[in-house]
């Protein structure tokens, strides 16, 4: 398939952020998971995005948020807004534990 964004270049962004790479650490998320959710969200935001629209890096970012979110929403114990984790653009993004 033809990807808007390649599976493992969104991994590879995620780990690159390290509240991420902390957190994946903290909750034991497996190497397996993220590559599995990247290969989802790349199958889906291709198949959604309208051809002809270009795919910028503010898009890239969104994606990369949604795949951020997926992860925490999958993957962790995290309960939105009461304690866990959550995605911030702090000025920009990573993820915050929450408590």
Same mark, same amino acid.
């Given at each position: 398939?033809? =990807? /808007?964004?390649?599976?493992?270049s !969104?991994v590879?962004r @995620?780990? &690159?952020? *390290?509240?991420? $790479? ?10 397996? *998971? ?5 290969? *989802? !969200? @790349? ?8 051809e002809?629209h ?5 898009d890239?970012t =969104? /994606? /990369? $948020?949604?795949?951020?979110d997926?992860?925490?929403? &999958? =993957?962790?114990?995290?309960i =939105?807004k $009461? ?9 920009? /993004?990573?993820v @915050?534990? !929450? &408590?």
């Amino acid at each position: 398939m033809n =990807y /808007l964004v390649n599976p493992s270049s !969104i991994v590879s962004r @995620a780990l &690159s952020i *390290e509240t991420f $790479k902390q957190m994946i650490s903290d909750e034991q998320v497996q190497f397996s *998971e993220l590559v599995h959710t990247s290969v *989802e !969200i @790349a199958e889906q935001w291709t198949d959604d995005w309208d051809e002809g629209h270009g795919f910028g890096s503010s898009d890239g970012t =969104y /994606l /990369l $948020k949604d795949f951020m979110d997926t992860i925490i929403s &999958s =993957y962790t114990k995290s309960i =939105y807004k $009461k304690s866990g984790y959550q995605t911030v653009f702090n000025p920009s /993004l990573t993820v @915050a534990k !929450i &408590s």
